[in-house]
């Protein structure tokens, strides 16, 4: 046959071999993920998007770095149990801004996508601890050393900056004051409050998320934790597609 | 083994451990603390060590020209020893990882030994540094078997070695310390993975430098196999690694990609790290060890040609798979599926022809545990892209994703494929490279065979059921309409799983233990020694 022919001597020339190999594996990608980026009803329009005020960024940060996605999903996806079991199902809307996204792909614990709002800040607190002290049977790790970790702040506006740079709509008066507004969302009564208000919107959360007096790494986290589902309330009133 | 690289090479070498520890050097001045300072310090001490090494032997008289008569092993044997280490600290880990499922608080309070940050070393370990190292050692020695040829030099070699080492511990550290893009099989951060670019180009430019100086016409298949490998990787690194740093002196970066775009890309890297990193570099592998030891050609060379480009084009489809029902648009997902289905075709074809080499010799498969290792890993191999098939399918992906069944997949293939062919690979290997008659003990061979088995049986049953007991539960409704059972209780009801998988994991430590020693006893040449090979008396299988 020919074309076993014509490979005969495509396996003498190794830079054809590479060129090959290359053009073959190019398609489906191409084909798979351009579109992606070009077709509009990819990403649905959700006037009310809000970005992450840089606590919860940096409570994401502090999610990311241990490790969380390796345990919960924060997908839900178009399944009937799924969306009884957790809420309604994920836009892609929602994770819009989230650079890297967080579906994850183990529920080794349960999926946390429409946490926001279903726990108090002590439970969290407590639960982050140990979560054995609140639901005996966990298999969660302990993350006891979040509450003693006072959290850095010095470098959230390069982190706006960043994010900004990648297309997030962060202003310049957010990037300006990343630091203080991290930790005035976690101090009410200070002076500078009133500034995250003005910059994030009224509904921003903003309270001590945890008993202690400084700012640590459990408030950024528990302050993500409780606004996870709760970046646009498309999914909630948007008129719901078939689930399966 | 230094004193064998020729003089410029010893001076080049030692160049580029002066900018190997420069490189350090900048990187600890801006980071100044951190993660990343904490790396620079450990490629300046690489430098510097390597350094000191290369320059005391720089004036030593050149090594003798009969060297280049001969096959360049030395990096092999190296690369050889360091898979056998990184997998002994892999799977150790991994064990760990699977008892922290069963009694959770044995991380006793200490943040870089908690599941989160361990899990990524863990696979990392496995795939990337085991896996790796396998697949570079042994790359070297099929490229130059097969082409009949010497590697081009004796520096590049090394320099992919030590760099792709550098760049796994600085990944593993980094994990602990807290650093990760949380990409998964991609987690490593920027600055590793510009080096791992570094390290990436290197390597195949001595790939290909190497076959330009074949004496053989043709280029055998499992070369197609390692460049495939070595190839589609670059490309699905530097696209996945797209990211923008928050500061040169820092860690940490943020992925251009996001939400929707961010998962299909991050699929399309994992999927096909899959693919070229555990299959396509495995399959060269098997397509050069399994001929050999069996004495038997390829069975078929049409097929073998079929399955290449059939991998080669479809698994670039099939990322999508991982993201049934989820936010991801309709059509991809029905691509992905479709072609995952069409996988199977060159994929059991691969298999087939494996299998079918080995007709005739059944015998020697019967007797001969290294050649059992490489049987037991093509049938796995089949059994887990049928597997994959079938998970891919939109309705049975609804029960199986997100549980335990995945990991049990993962784990036949891991297993059952990627490490019973290393293992075959490496037991034909180690005795002709150190000019040993044979491995110090065929009873070894055995034990470690058996103890494989039964650690891989018992870790993907385990798993399978907790699985799919698991999807079930999350799905089972009541008489009265509502979900029966509350989440917590399919964690309780996975409890027994989860300690048999721990059990095979210790059946599988065992066996990888048993192959250290061998291995170890080989190299130290408590048996007596064979001749060297010289270079034209070898035959292109
Ligand atoms: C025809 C070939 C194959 C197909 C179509 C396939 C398909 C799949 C599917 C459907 C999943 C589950 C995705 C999800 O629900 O999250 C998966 C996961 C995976 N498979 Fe396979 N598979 C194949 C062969 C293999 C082989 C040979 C290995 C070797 C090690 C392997 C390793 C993995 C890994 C590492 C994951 C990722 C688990 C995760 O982190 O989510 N697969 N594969």
Request: with cysteine.
């Amino acid at each position: 046959m020919s074309l076993f022919k014509a490979h005969y001597n495509l396996e003498k020339k190794s830079i054809w071999l590479v060129i090959g190999i290359i053009a073959a594996a190019s398609v489906g990608g191409l084909v798979e993920i351009a579109p992606l980026f070009t077709i509009d009803q990819t990403v649905e329009t959700t006037p009310d998007m809000r970005v992450y005020t840089p606590l919860e960024l940096a409570g994401r940060n502090i999610y990311i770095r241990e490790g969380c996605y390796a345990c919960h999903s924060q997908m839900i996806r178009t399944l009937r149990d799924e969306v009884e079991r957790y809420g309604p199902y994920s836009l892609a809307a929602e994770s819009q801004y989230d650079h890297p996204m967080l579906w994850g792909s183990k529920r080794t614990g349960p999926d946390i996508a429409r946490l926001g709002g279903k726990y108090s800040d002590e439970w969290h607190a407590a639960h982050l601890n140990n979560p054995r002290d609140v639901v005996p049977s966990s298999i969660m790790p302990a993350y006891s050393w979040l509450a003693e970790t006072g959290l850095d702040v010095s470098d959230l506006g390069a982190h706006l900056a960043a994010l900004r740079a990648l297309g997030v709509p962060y202003t310049d008066a957010m990037i300006e004051n990343a630091s203080t507004d991290a930790l005035a969302q976690a101090t009410p009564d200070s002076d500078a409050a009133s500034g995250v208000a003005e910059r994030y919107g009224e509904t921003t959360n903003m309270r001590r998320f945890s008993s202690r007096k400084t700012v640590t790494e459990l408030d950024a986290l528990i302050s993500y934790l409780q606004i996870l589902g709760q970046m646009t309330q498309t999914a909630y009133t948007a008129e719901p597609k078939e689930v399966e | 083994m230094i004193a064998q690289l020729s003089r410029t090479e010893r001076q080049w070498a030692a160049v580029l451990a002066i900018l190997l520890a420069l490189l350090g050097l900048t990187m600890a001045i801006a980071a100044r603390q951190g993660p990343m300072a904490v790396h620079g310090f450990m490629a300046l001490a690489l430098g510097v060590g390597l350094f000191i090494a290369v320059g005391s032997v720089l004036e030593k008289p050149q090594p003798a020209t009969s060297r280049l008569a001969q096959y360049y092993d030395d990096p092999t044997k190296v690369g050889i020893a360091l898979a056998m280490a990184w997998g002994l600290f892999a799977m150790g880990i991994g064990l760990w990882v699977a008892a922290l499922m069963v009694w959770p608080d044995a991380t006793f309070g200490h943040a870089w030994m908690s599941y989160g940050r361990i899990r990524p070393v863990h696979t990392t370990g496995v795939i990337f540094a085991f896996g790796g190292n396998a697949l570079i050692a042994t790359s070297f020695h099929v490229m130059q078997r097969t082409s009949r040829t010497r590697l081009a030099d004796q520096l590049s070699p090394w320099f992919v070695l030590v760099g792709y080492n550098l760049f796994l511990v600085w990944s593993v550290t980094g994990y602990m310390m807290g650093v990760t893009q949380s990409k998964e099989y991609a987690e490593p951060e920027w600055y590793a993975d510009i080096w791992l670019v570094v390290v990436w180009v290197a390597y195949l430019v001595l790939y290909l430098r190497t076959l330009a100086r074949r004496a053989e016409p043709h280029i055998y298949v499992a070369n197609w196999y390692y460049l495939a490998f070595i190839v589609v990787v670059a490309v699905l690194h530097i696209v996945n690694g797209f990211a923008l740093p928050v500061s040169f002196a820092g860690a940490k970066s943020y992925t251009v990609f996001s939400g929707v775009q961010d998962a299909m890309v991050q699929w399309w890297y994992g999927h096909n790290a899959v693919a070229f990193f555990m299959t396509s570099g495995f399959l060269g592998m098997l397509y050069y060890y399994l001929p050999v030891r069996s004495q038997r050609p390829i069975y078929s060379y049409r097929l073998s040609i079929l399955s290449f480009w059939g991998i080669t084009f479809f698994y670039l489809w099939v990322g999508s798979h991982h993201l049934h029902y989820t936010a991801l648009p309709h059509w991809v997902q029905t691509l992905g599926m479709t072609f995952s289905i069409m996988l199977l075709v060159p994929s059991w074809a691969s298999a087939g022809n494996a299998i079918a080499t080995l007709n005739g010799a059944w015998g020697r498969v019967r007797d001969d545990a290294t050649l059992r290792f490489m049987f037991v890993a093509a049938v796995f191999y089949g059994l887990s892209t049928f597997e994959g098939s079938f998970m891919a399918i939109r309705p049975v992906n609804a029960l199986s994703h997100y549980t335990d069944w995945t990991v049990g997949h993962v784990h036949s293939g891991a297993l059952g494929w990627l490490a019973m062919v290393t293992f075959g690979a490496f037991y034909s290997t180690v005795p002709l490279i150190w000019g040993r008659k044979a491995m110090y003990s065929a009873q070894l061979i055995e034990w470690h065979f058996w103890l494989a088995l039964a650690g891989l049986l018992t870790y993907v049953f385990s798993l399978w059921n907790a699985g799919i007991t698991q999807g079930l539960m999350w799905r089972t409704y009541n008489a009265a309409g509502t979900l029966n059972y509350s989440f917590i209780e399919s964690i309780d009801a996975m409890r027994p799983y989860y300690i048999a998988r721990f059990l095979g994991g210790v059946l599988f430590l065992a066996g990888i233990c048993v192959g250290a020693v061998n291995i170890w006893l080989t190299v130290r040449g408590v048996r007596g020694q064979a001749p060297d090979r010289p270079l034209a008396l070898q035959g292109a299988e």
